[in-house]
């Protein structure tokens, strides 16, 4: 869809539109900056026309209901529709460009995150799929899919997909605790968090949003990493409902297992030749895998 057709599809006049640019930085979407004659500033996003992995389908409509329905420093949806999702424009940069912001600002990420699950439902999984009733169900199925994306694309896994989907059943006991499907974004990087002020201004990007257990959260929001004190402290005081014993641990491992299958399968699909960040991403897999086989 081009932008003309995605404005008028929105209600917006594109003769309005007072300049554009393409904000970059993403790996799926195209995002334009819009600037309009009443001063409003937006952002449209257009879906890409090339298949991706099997979850990635509607994501733009995932996006849209996530910002409806959650509370917090996020874009208000102007208009969307097949193939686009126009949004308000939020104050900041990316937190990945602000390298000396200090741990204050993870404390109030933290609180933040716990205010976003607050919104819970009454199934899990992708929002743009069929809700399954339990969380080992969806879960399953989530990984299975791209196991399945990782045999399509002939991705080279560093044991073989049959195996990593018996080690993921393996561990339904404790996908079992989950009992309450809680609105997770998925995709907290922090290029995905913005800085305005020495404030958290503002959380984009959530196509990859899905019903399920809230401490699949802290992959992302500590990415290759271990959840830190700050960050903690700032969700348990704001009342987040994750909870942090040794089955959530455990579980943690089930999840960076399945975002580290997630970044390496759909390096095919995108025509990502990055052998760096193919043998990065196959070691952290092969890390991830063995931590959890420990946990069995």
Do not use: C
């Amino acid at each position: 869809m081009r932008t003309e057709e995605a404005l008028a599809a929105a209600g917006i006049d594109p003769a309005s539109v007072v300049a554009s640019e393409d904000i970059g930085g993403g790996t799926y979407n195209t995002a334009i900056r819009l600037a309009l004659a009443d001063g409003r500033r937006l952002v449209l996003k257009l879906a890409p026309v090339a298949p991706g992995l099997s979850y990635e389908h509607d994501l733009l409509a995932t996006e849209a209901e996530y910002y409806r329905r959650v509370s917090g420093p996020l874009p208000s949806v102007v208009g969307a529709g097949p193939g686009f999702l126009l949004m308000t424009e939020l104050p900041g940069v990316p937190w990945s460009q602000v390298p000396d912001a200090g741990p204050r600002l993870r404390t109030e990420l933290g609180g933040i995150v716990a205010g976003l699950h607050k919104t819970t439902g009454d199934g899990f999984g992708y929002l743009q799929d069929p809700l399954r009733p339990t969380w080992p169900v969806a879960f399953t199925a989530m990984a299975d899919a791209v196991l399945a994306d990782a045999v399509t694309h002939g991705v080279q896994l560093p044991r073989p997909a049959a195996e990593i989907a018996h080690l993921v059943r393996r561990h339904e006991p404790l996908l079992e605790l989950v009992t309450t499907p809680v609105l997770v974004h998925f995709d907290l990087w922090r290029g995905n968090i913005l800085l305005d002020g020495g404030r958290v201004s503002g959380i984009i990007d959530a196509e990859r949003a899905f019903w399920g257990d809230p401490m699949a959260e802290f992959v992302s929001l500590t990415l290759f990493g271990d959840p830190d004190r700050e960050l903690l402290d700032g969700y348990r005081a704001g009342g987040g409902p994750a909870e942090f014993g040794m089955p959530a641990w455990a579980r943690l491992g089930l999840y960076r297992v399945y975002l580290d299958l997630i970044m390496l399968v759909e390096m095919v699909p995108r025509k990502d030749d990055d052998a760096d960040r193919a043998r990065f991403l196959r070691a952290r897999l092969t890390e991830d895998l063995d931590a959890l086989r420990r946990t069995v």
